[in-house]
């Protein structure tokens, strides 16, 4: 299989612009986008019977499975235990009954993941597992697998692999949610067209990279950078934090816009930029009053948000225009500025993109 970068000059630019093509290909897998409702495959377990949700895994997956507990728990109305794998592997976790265990790995093969997927399984839980690799040790040792249809992630920096991973979280909440009635046929209906829409959307964002290589300047010039998000923004803030330590080598924490009170605002002088991830919705107000406390103390925010940049009530460096969308839906596009932000700032500094250093693809050792 002969793999290029085609026109771009890094293979995770090339990985980012593909995701419009490859959700639409992993939407077109568990969706009937004729009648608009979930089509997911047979877990072997009746969805209405299961007790608790556990998800684990690293990195960027462990992210994506951040914002599935969001969307199971808020959907569903079912709990979920989320940790990375590397700690729950030890934490001795107790499993319950007739509980679903999801792993979420690119690869397939990272080992604290597939530890931990063996400790679910001989505690009797049922294993799906989300992966990229479809040969992979994880995929062969769960009782179902589900595959993203990303098509093989060169870059280091996980981009097209992880929205692929929210398309199936997104698909597995609904069904749940149907399973256990907690939703209705109309309800379904309505979040399957706002996931089928998500590619059109992150195609518009990615037409014009100006605004996301004026941010990149703004970054290029600090040792430290916040990301904040409320809600299922939170993982995606992680998400972007850890995209731009990855690659551009800057220090980056993402913090939970309310926890900013708590500590990381001892920091915040007109040399930190903070993004904040926030989406017009009901929480809109509450991360509001949290950018105002950086804007208050000189910190530079950069704001990405479908509300107007007066809406942010205070002096913004910066301000990244989002399609309005469903709150449902927002996390796989939100996703997409933070991936560029990050590409365009390791561009400007000069780094090794597609392969950081001391990074590694896969990481098959504890
Ligand atoms: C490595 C990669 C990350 C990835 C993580 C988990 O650290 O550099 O990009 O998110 O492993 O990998 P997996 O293949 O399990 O998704």
Redesign the pocket.
């Known amino acids: 299989l002969l793999i290029d970068k085609g026109n771009y000059r890094h293979f995770m630019a090339k990985e980012i612009h593909e995701q419009p093509e490859v959700i639409s290909h992993t939407l077109a897998n568990y969706l009937d986008m004729t009648t608009a409702r979930v089509r997911f495959p047979d877990l072997g377990v009746d969805l209405s019977k299961i007790s608790r949700v556990t998800i684990s895994?690293?990195?960027?997956?462990y992210y994506a499975g951040l914002v599935a507990k969001y969307w199971i728990e808020r959907y569903a109305r079912l709990p979920v235990d989320i940790d990375v794998a590397s700690e729950m592997r030890y934490r001795e976790t107790p499993l319950p009954e007739h509980g679903l265990a999801v792993f979420?790995?690119?690869?397939?093969?990272?080992a604290d993941?597939l530890a931990t997927l063996r400790y679910a399984k001989a505690n009797d839980q049922r294993i799906a597992s989300i992966v990229n690799v479809r040969t992979s040790t994880i995929a062969r040792e769960s009782h179902a697998a589900l595959p993203t249809l990303a098509g093989p992630e060169i870059g280091?920096?996980?981009t097209k692999?992880f929205t692929c991973q929210l398309a199936v979280l997104a698909c597995l909440a609904i069904a749940i949610a149907r399973a256990r009635d907690k939703i209705t046929v109309e309800q379904e209906m309505a979040l399957v067209k706002s996931l089928m829409e998500v590619p059109r959307h992150i195609a518009t964002i990615l037409k014009n990279d100006e605004p996301f290589i004026a941010v990149a300047h703004e970054l290029a010039k600090a040792r430290d950078v916040l990301y904040l998000g409320r809600g299922s923004s939170f993982p995606i803030a992680l998400e972007g934090a850890l995209k731009l330590k990855?690659i551009s080598y800057i220090h980056a924490e993402g913090y939970a816009a309310g926890e900013l009170k708590h500590g990381p605002i001892a920091l915040i002088d007109e040399t930190v930029p903070v993004v904040v991830v926030a989406p017009e919705d009901d929480l809109f107000e509450k991360t509001v009053s949290n950018l105002q406390e950086v804007a208050a103390r000189g910190g530079q925010v950069i704001l990405i948000s479908d509300a107007a940049p007066e809406k942010a009530g205070c002096k913004l460096a910066a301000h990244i225009q989002m399609p309005s969308v469903d709150t449902f839906v927002a996390p796989m596009i939100y996703a997409v500025p933070t991936q560029l932000i990050a590409y365009q700032t390791a561009v400007l500094m000069g780094t090794d993109v597609d392969q950081p250093r001391n990074?590694?693809?896969?990481?098959t050792v504890e």
Request: include cysteine; proline fraction near 0%; hydrophobic fraction near 40%.
């Open positions: 895994a690293c990195g960027t997956a979420v790995s690119q690869s397939g093969e990272t993941t280091v920096a996980s692999a990855e990074l590694a693809k896969s990481v």
